[in-house]
């Protein structure tokens, strides 16, 4: 089945930096894939999304770029700010299987 | 903008009695999602429907569990004879087929607490 993985459990920025996070996956057949942000206590938000015949996709403030010779994903936040602290997500679309995530702490 | 809504926020019951929640998608929004999710852990998949039918069910779905949705909008999710184990957060989640990327939307949740 599909297996997506984050590298690091907790990750922890200054403020005004940018950050980076990063997601591996073993399902080759995804057709995108999904970042979400988990506030506590809060439900999943969706962040952005990029398709598997996509290198690159940009937001506001946030980049996901997508490597499918190594299977990885990574999120680029730019400019962190304190409301960016949250947990983050990168399942793989249809049943989205998310393993534990990435804790992101911005400290001021 | 109503996106996903879930009620009741916040359910505490004892042990063995039955608990119920609801979810309501967002309204051109023909999947529906629940999932559950304990602390220190992202959302596990228990179920989905695709209009009022219910399409997929995980292994995590006891028996003692029961969704449905049954006209093909608003879903409730049953619980019977509650144990501690089934304390948890549970999330609903909808999304539309047919479209580039069937990108799930997630409410709030409902966190069940069993004395």
């Known amino acids: 089945g599909e297996s997506v993985g984050l590298h690091l459990p907790t990750l922890s920025v200054q403020e005004g930096d940018n950050s980076i996070i990063n997601c591996a996956y073993s399902n080759s057949a995804s057709d995108y894939f999904i970042w979400y942000k988990q506030e506590s206590g809060k439900g999943p938000q969706f962040i952005i999304d990029i398709r598997s015949n996509m290198d690159k996709r940009q937001g506001q403030r946030v980049t996901v770029l997508l490597n499918k010779t190594v299977k990885h994903l990574s999120l680029q936040i730019a400019a962190t700010q304190p409301g960016d602290s949250a947990v983050y997500f990168c399942?793989?679309?249809?049943?989205?299987?998310f393993g534990q995530g990435t804790e992101l702490s911005v400290k001021p | 903008d109503t996106g996903v809504s879930q009620n009741p926020r916040h359910k505490i019951t004892k042990r063995g009695q039955n608990v119920t929640f609801r979810c309501d998608p967002i309204s051109e929004h023909n999947r529906l999602y629940w999932y559950r999710q304990t602390l220190g852990q992202g959302p596990e998949f228990l179920t989905y429907f695709q209009n009022e039918a219910q399409l997929e069910k995980s292994r995590l779905l006891s028996d003692r569990f029961s969704a449905e949705r049954p006209k093909g909008s608003f879903s409730t999710l049953e619980i019977q004879r509650t144990e501690q184990g089934d304390s948890a957060m549970y999330l609903c989640a909808s999304s539309r087929s047919g479209v580039l990327t069937d990108t799930q939307y997630f409410g709030p949740g409902t966190r069940l607490t069993v004395l």
């Open positions: 399942p793989g679309g249809g049943k989205l299987i």
